[in-house]
């Protein structure tokens, strides 16, 4: 089945500075790649995704890239503020019967003021 | 409007109990989801309902019993769980576009916290 690694599993950066965080996948069927980011006490928030027909997809301070070839896509957030510290969870899916999404472990990410 | 909710926010339960998650979306979203999130750890996937029918169940415990009454609801019954089944619950939902769930996005509610004593 698919396999969805996330790299790292913390990231401090400082408010105003860029934060990219990186996700491997494994099943090169998958086609379907969204992002998400969670906040304490809530549940998981769809910030973007990415189709495997696209290699970039831009909101505000927020783009995902594809890379298709090496089986990774990654997040970019742009001029961080405190409120985008969260979990951010990396997911990918294939298209099929019985296709689910497979979550990467989250990644803490901390914004210093 | 992508909201979906869920109530209670909290549960606490005994081992004996009886008792019930609901989720409700207003989004005519015909695909309904369950998972179950540990502390620290990503949503697993419990169940997934598509118009109204079970389609998915990831080989999930009978002594959780989900339901879907119509296309709005997703109801989960809880009987004789065990202290280890505490943990965040999320509903999610999506459009069900074509026959694939994968690729559908999915929007999760806010979650129930349950702890099981």
């Known amino acids: 089945g698919e396999n969805v690694e996330q790299h790292p599993s913390t990231l401090s950066v400082q408010e105003g500075d860029s934060a990219v965080i990186k996700c491997t996948y494994s099943?090169?069927?998958?086609?379907?790649f969204p992002w998400y980011k969670q906040e304490l006490g809530k549940g998981p928030q769809l910030i973007i995704d990415?189709?495997?027909?696209?290699g970039e997809k831009k909101d505000q301070r927020i783009a995902v890239t594809l890379n298709k070839t090496a089986k990774h896509f990654s997040l970019h957030i742009t001029e961080t503020q405190p409120e985008d510290s969260a979990v951010y969870f990396c997911?990918?899916?294939?298209?099929?019967?019985?296709?689910?999404?497979?979550f990467g472990k989250g990644i803490t990410l901390s914004v210093r003021p | 409007d992508t909201e979906v909710t869920q109530t209670p926010k909290h549960l606490v339960m005994g081992m004996t109990n009886k008792k019930s998650l609901k989720c409700e979306q207003h989004?005519?979203?015909?695909?309904m989801y369950w998972y179950k999130q540990k502390a620290k750890k990503p949503p697993e996937l419990m169940f997934v309902?598509?118009?109204?029918?079970?389609?998915i169940n990831e080989s999930v415990p009978s002594r959780f019993s989900p339901e879907c009454p119509n296309s709005s609801l997703l109801n989960l019954h809880l009987h004789a769980l065990q202290p280890e089944d505490s943990a965040l619950y999320l509903c999610?939902?999506?459009?069900?576009?074509?026959?694939?769930?994968?690729?559908?996005?999915?929007?999760f509610g806010p979650g129930t916290r349950l702890t099981v004593l």
């Open positions: 997911a990918a899916s294939t298209t099929g019967a019985n296709s689910k999404l497979t």
């Open positions: 099943d090169s069927a998958s086609n379907y």
């Open positions: 309902y598509s118009y109204e029918k079970l389609s």
């Open positions: 999610a939902s999506s459009r069900k576009k074509g026959d694939f769930f994968g690729t559908d996005t999915q929007y």
């Open positions: 990415i189709r495997s027909n696209v």
């Open positions: 989004m005519g979203h015909r695909a």
